[in-house]
């Protein structure tokens, strides 16, 4: 099984998760009447059992988090992780709720419909410029330590996993999160034929 | 006519000339990989019309249609950009853009920016 993305295979998926976060932010700037800063996405191929220290290198290990995960599936199959820190998520349910101190389960529920639309409108706008559907799965969402976002038996089934990762970032709301898609061996095949696809349409 | 085409994305540079090669066949393309380039091109060939993205590294397209339009206030500047906020748009158009068009770009969109937007 070939599991290696040349670079125009990378550039495009990097080009195709940039259109998807921006119909994702532009969603989000809505629901927060708020504008977000977009960030230049992330694509690393590593080995499963990496990704808890790649993800770990990416946020603040004294920190509590909500992480939420969504599995979907399809001819591009995987995970869309949000992991969003406990302060950031306080500022979610203030800013949605418009009160002082928003209780946990308004931020639970802040948290909920943020990942909702996050996830799906990612994974949508992402099968949509791969000319392909997914169907999704009821999101998780745990409040968790930095060092048990990933655990271990979540990923020894898969030899490599490629991560896609951005930032959510509304900085005047000082709501900020990180982003993950997770898909692994299969799938990463897959992914690699549906891209060469939409190369071949655009490059004729 | 020059037309500079600015995107760190390859794909994202190609699916633009795509749509020009069909619309205005005849123009010559520039290519630039973020901003900074995007300005120094700019500077050297004057190109007719300029197809900017918006976030890049090095200089991203809000500080590049800036330093454009301080260097040519008549500037014809098309943004394409994922972002897809009215915010991004708004803040686009006050700096001097003609236009701003959501990613990815069509042959439809090209028509209507040569017959609308740009004055060329």
Aim: glycine share 4%.
């Amino acid at each position: 099984m070939n599991l290696e993305f040349n670079e125009d295979q990378i550039d495009t998926l990097r080009e195709f998760i940039n259109i998807s976060m921006g119909a994702a932010t532009a969603s989000l700037a809505n629901l927060l009447d708020a504008f977000g800063t977009m960030h230049i996405p992330k694509i690393e191929i590593c080995n499963s059992n990496e990704l808890a220290q790649k993800i770990k290198s990416t946020i603040d290990l004294k920190s509590m988090y909500y992480a939420t995960k969504q599995l979907f599936t399809g001819k591009f199959g995987g995970e869309c992780m949000f992991i969003i820190s406990e302060d950031s998520a306080k500022n979610l349910g203030r800013h949605l709720y418009n009160v002082t101190i928003p209780s946990r389960d308004d931020i639970n529920d802040a948290v909920i419909e943020l990942t909702n639309i996050l996830t799906s409108t990612i994974v949508s706008r992402l099968t949509q410029e791969l000319n392909t559907q997914v169907q999704f799965f009821v999101p998780s969402s745990q409040f968790i330590d930095a060092n048990s976002i990933v655990h271990c038996e979540d990923v020894s089934d898969y030899s490599k996993i490629i991560i896609i990762s951005t930032i959510l970032d509304f900085k005047d709301q000082k709501i900020n999160g990180n982003v993950y898609i997770l898909t692994k061996d299969e799938a990463i095949e897959s992914l690699r034929v549906l891209i060469d696809k939409r190369i071949e349409e655009i490059y004729g | 006519m020059k037309i500079l085409v600015v995107d760190d994305s390859k794909i994202g540079r190609m699916s633009i000339i795509k749509s020009l090669e069909v619309v205005k066949p005849d123009v010559e393309v520039f290519q630039a990989v973020n901003g900074l380039e995007a300005v120094e091109i700019f500077k050297k060939e004057r190109p007719s019309a300029v197809f900017l993205d918006l976030t890049m590294p090095v200089m991203d397209g809000y500080e590049a249609l800036k330093q454009i339009m301080e260097v040519d206030k008549n500037a014809q500047v098309i943004v394409v950009s994922a972002d897809i906020q009215s915010e991004a748009k708004l803040r686009v158009l006050a700096s001097g853009a003609k236009n701003m068009y959501p990613k990815p770009i069509n042959d439809e969109n090209m028509v209507q920016i040569f017959k609308q937007d740009l004055s060329l």
